[in-house]
């Protein structure tokens, strides 16, 4: 509860300091505009030489990209911003404000920014994917959609995770800039169901960088081809990765020695 | 002296001021190795996404999509990865960073021209780029198992587009750049940009694939010499004297973007105003 209000108070501060810079919200929401046409036309193409994608329709594809989108809002939101800051702070030595208040200092480093103006990705991303539902035969179910929220909440915390455990690195890797690059370029491939891609590459992309859980889970809820062993894996990874980087974090934190050393 | 040794010396001493400049450059770059590839493999997520999409439809299809076979997608979007690596030129992003931060200032004491500066030492960034690139090509050919028909003429051309390609991109983005003169908010018009070029130049699928008034709007853009044609020449199926034009193309093009960005630049630089130090 405690924590709640804290990240509350957080989110206040922060969205007040975005909000003195308006421009900001046009020029994110023409970006978001050409970023969302682009990836609209690029499934036009596709779809023009095919009816279906490895057993899926165009709607259902749509219904992939919106959350794929929308998800990529809530990183960019709230937490690339928070892991770019961690890692600047280790090197600078910074780190030391966040660590000297009392309070946890894995939920302080990760809810001390928001950039409220990105969360334009979160609204194209959701209308994106409920244009792709309406497209749907089938339609959604309550059980489906409820199914679905469930999955997406979950998909962002194994993504919050996979996050924290590479910027946890900084404490001894200085430069971790490029595997931010590296994971920018790797989140594309979450526009497209996993499925279609080889056995190897399907690995990394599922275990590696979870973008299988992360993205296509969900949309395969929305999409009433979810298997519940594959809702139980979800749920066991996410467990276990929300362990393991707990626990890498404090491992790593020892590591961290500070700005006047 | 006379006017012709005059010439000569500064052709000269540009040569030798590229030279160098790429020189350092390839040296400071060689230092940073695991940063690059960490870099290179991110870059390389993109063309793997359209290749198994496209390999995907052409599986459906008994093999192939409008003729092109499974094989020759994956040569394309291989060649496709080092024609990227050549495509990466000093953004508009850098020049909103250059003007804001007042780094000009010192750009513009030097006696040469700061485009120069930029042109060098991405080039010589480009040859470390390319030697690292190698052990990727062979692990992607080894994975995707791509066709290739080529000749030795092909090779040439290759090797000279990926260098027009170059150029094409440096100068139509520096023009764009100069846009920062006026704002230093370039982010959405880059971004608009970037967005028109992965349909029109190729990079999303060969050209073909796109529909008939794409294709012909992008034959009257530069976008297409940079991407498209490098590619082409190596993984299509091209005559020497279709070469020989394509390349030609390159050249009007950089022709008329290096005009146009000189031009602009003119008018850019006079509303310059450096600030504090």
């Not at chain 1, 709640?4 to 810079?21: C, D, I, P, T």
């Not at chain 2, 002296?1 to 400071?28: C, F, H, K, N, P």
Request: with cysteine.
């Amino acid at each position: 509860m405690r924590l709640a209000r804290l990240a509350w108070l957080f989110f206040k501060v922060g969205s007040l300091n975005e909000l003195q810079y308006r421009t900001n919200f046009f020029i994110q929401l023409l970006q978001s505009a050409v970023s969302i046409g682009v990836a609209l036309v690029v499934l036009q193409v596709v779809y023009s030489h095919t009816p279906e994608l490895n057993g899926w329709t165009e709607p259902e594809l749509l219904v992939v990209l919106g959350i794929q989108l929308l998800l990529g809002g809530v990183i960019s939101t709230s937490i690339q911003p928070n892991m770019q800051r961690l890692m600047e702070e280790v090197r600078d030595g910074k780190l030391d404000f966040a660590l000297t208040k009392p309070e946890d200092s894995q939920v302080l480093v990760s809810i001390r920014d928001v950039r409220i103006w990105r969360a334009v990705d979160v609204i194209g991303g959701a209308a994106v994917l409920a244009y792709g539902i309406r497209g749907l035969e089938a339609g959604v179910g309550l059980g489906d959609g409820l199914l679905f929220i469930g999955l997406l909440a979950l998909g962002a915390v194994t993504i919050y995770c996979f996050w924290l455990v590479i910027a946890t690195l900084a404490f001894w890797i200085v430069n971790v800039w490029e595997i931010i690059e590296l994971f920018q370029g790797v989140y594309l491939a979450g526009r497209f169901p996993v499925s279609i891609y080889p056995g190897w590459l399907r690995f990394g992309v599922t275990f590696l960088v979870p973008l299988a859980f992360a993205i296509t889970v969900p949309a395969e809820a929305v999409t009433s081809r979810l298997e519940w062993s594959t809702v139980g894996l979800a749920i066991g990874f996410a467990v276990a990765l929300f362990a393991f980087t707990r626990w890498w974090w404090g491992f790593g934190l020892r590591r961290y020695s500070g700005a006047s050393a | 002296m006379s006017a012709a040794e005059a010439e000569a010396g500064r052709v000269r001493s540009y040569l030798d001021y590229y030279l160098t400049r790429a020189r350092t450059q390839i040296q400071s770059n060689f230092q940073y190795r695991v940063a690059t590839y960490m870099w290179l493999i991110g870059m390389l997520a993109e063309p793997i996404v359209y290749l198994v999409v496209w390999t995907t439809i052409a599986d459906q299809q008994g093999g192939s999509v409008q003729g092109i076979s499974t094989g020759e997608f994956a040569a394309y979007y291989i060649v496709w990865t080092l024609v990227r690596n050549m495509n990466i030129v000093f953004t508009p992003y850098g020049w909103e960073w250059r003007i804001r931060e007042g780094e000009l200032s010192a750009a513009l004491l030097r006696p040469l021209h700061p485009i120069h500066d930029d042109i060098a030492g991405f080039a010589g960034w480009k040859v470390v780029t390319i030697i690292l690139w190698l052990p990727i090509a062979a692990v992607l050919w080894i994975a995707f198992d791509p066709t290739f028909d080529i000749r030795a003429a092909e090779i040439a051309a290759f090797c000279v587009a990926i260098w027009g390609a170059y150029l094409i991109r440096t100068m139509f983005l520096s023009s764009l750049g100069m846009v920062t003169f006026w704002t230093t908010r370039v982010s959405a018009l880059f971004e608009l940009m970037v967005g028109l070029e992965l349909l029109l130049s190729g990079r999303l699928v060969p050209l073909p694939l796109m529909p008939d008034w794409v294709e012909d709007l992008a034959a009257v853009l530069p976008f297409q010499w940079s991407f498209y044609f490098p590619i082409q020449t190596l993984v299509g199926d091209m005559s020497n004297r279709e070469l020989l034009e394509g390349l030609g193309m390159q050249l009007l093009w950089i022709v008329a973007l290096t005009g146009l960005f000189l031009v602009v630049w003119r008018f850019a630089v006079r509303r310059y105003s450096a600030v504090g130090n």
